[in-house]
């Protein structure tokens, strides 16, 4: 029983990241035929972003209440109601509306599941959990192709997701009895102990908390920053062809997809603080790299050892929270983390961006070291702290 319902959580991550990367491949598409400016994706994506926040932060609440399998279980369905939704849209303002429920329910599961698996799976399980996500997020692009080549349009390709998304939902309805229900394990103690939900205020106020939340917002900022403007760099900077800089710069995500999949073999030797320390001296590799007045072959190896680099930082950051801040704790502590790594996910790409276009995309080395030594001071603040 405990063995299906890993398996369970693994189909939950995969499904969601089959549609996080719907919206890019499908946009040429949508907005011609909708009329509106290029632009207007952000739009979507920060309605979207907005409501994973608001739903992370409230994960505590929800999941003390109902139980990890109820909120798992209704947020794919909000999701899968949304992506319907997405794919009889036939106006911009309906998939503005549609990417409500999508976004509550996206931060919904993102949460209560990382949570879940935190405190009752092995550091490993947490690594291959999150390259479930990157193998939802390679396959998503290619199912919206298939829509598209097959002149089915892009409404075709949402559906399909959708039906997927609503499989699961079921799945999951009939799963409930194998998810272990709201009480919570004190790790200390090793007795049943039910905890009330804290408010932010209080969780700010946990020794640390303030600390796990920049780390985690520089972690999502890099991250986010990387996969937006990697293209961009080596195109204006380093002189690559459009078609050769795009194949290069996908060699990040697959950096992460692969680096998460070994990082769980790795994390039978090395604890969660030892792993992040591990990844940010890799990511700093990477970036010194790109520093250096070298060639293109260079800038690929440096792209590959960022993407190497990220992989276990943010599954063992949140792996490491029940430890670091107790078993009762850690939902309104992981919520919060969420919730920075949406902002930073929001915030610092666009930043850059004013920075690439007043000074330089050359940059962009710059820019991804100052916030890693940010990331790599906070997180040592935190392991002091929470000692």
């Not at 926040?53 to 109902?66: E, K, N």
């Not at 899968?80 to 998939?95: K, N, R, T, V």
């Not at 195109?235 to 050769?244: R, S």
Request: aromatic letters at 10%; hydrophobic letters at 50%; glycine letters at 10%.
């Amino acid at each position: 029983m405990v063995q299906l319902l890993l398996v369970i959580i693994y189909l939950s991550f995969i499904s969601l990241g089959l549609p996080d990367s719907l919206l890019g491949s499908a946009w040429p598409t949508i907005y011609p035929e909708f009329g509106v400016p290029l632009s207007y994706a952000s739009i979507i994506y920060i309605i979207i972003s907005m409501g994973t926040v608001i739903s992370s932060l409230q994960s505590d609440r929800l999941t003390r209440r109902f139980g990890t399998g109820i909120v798992t279980a209704v947020s794919v369905g909000m999701t899968a109601a949304a992506l319907f939704g997405f794919s009889i849209s036939h106006s911009f303002l309906a998939l503005c509306l549609w990417s409500i429920p999508y976004g509550l329910g996206a931060g919904g599961v993102d949460a209560s599941l990382n949570n879940y698996v935190a405190l009752h799976y092995e550091s490993r399980h947490m690594s291959w959990l999150h390259c479930m996500w990157g193998v939802g997020a390679t396959l998503g692009p290619y199912v919206m192709s298939y829509a598209l080549t097959r002149n089915m349009g892009w409404n075709a390709g949402y559906r399909i997701i959708a039906v997927l998304q609503i499989l699961l939902t079921v799945i999951l309805v009939f799963s409930l009895r194998l998810w272990k229900g709201r009480i919570v394990t004190d790790s200390d103690t090793e007795n049943e102990v039910t905890a009330k939900a804290l408010t932010l205020r209080e969780i700010v106020q946990i020794p640390g908390a303030k600390e796990v939340m920049l780390c985690f917002f520089c972690y999502c900022a890099v991250e986010q920053t990387t996969s937006l403007w990697a293209s961009s760099y080596l195109t204006l900077y380093k002189g690559i062809e459009p078609e050769a800089a795009a194949g290069f710069a996908s060699m990040f995500f697959i950096g992460i997809t692969i680096g998460r999949a070994v990082s769980g073999f790795i994390t039978m030797r090395l604890n969660d603080v030892q792993m992040i320390r591990l990844g940010e001296v890799i990511v700093g590799i990477g970036v010194i790299i790109l520093l250096l007045p070298m060639g293109g072959t260079a800038s690929l190896v440096g792209f590959i050892l960022i993407g190497l680099g990220c992989a276990p930082i943010y599954p063992c950051i949140i792996h490491s929270t029940p430890a670091h801040f107790g078993a009762d704790r850690s939902q309104a502590i992981i919520g919060v983390q969420m919730a920075s790594a949406y902002i930073g996910n929001c915030l610092m790409p666009p930043v850059f961006g004013l920075i690439a276009n007043h000074i330089s995309v050359a940059l962009l080395p710059v820019y991804l070291i100052v916030l890693l030594i940010l990331m790599a001071v906070m997180h040592e603040r935190l392991t002091v702290k929470t000692q």
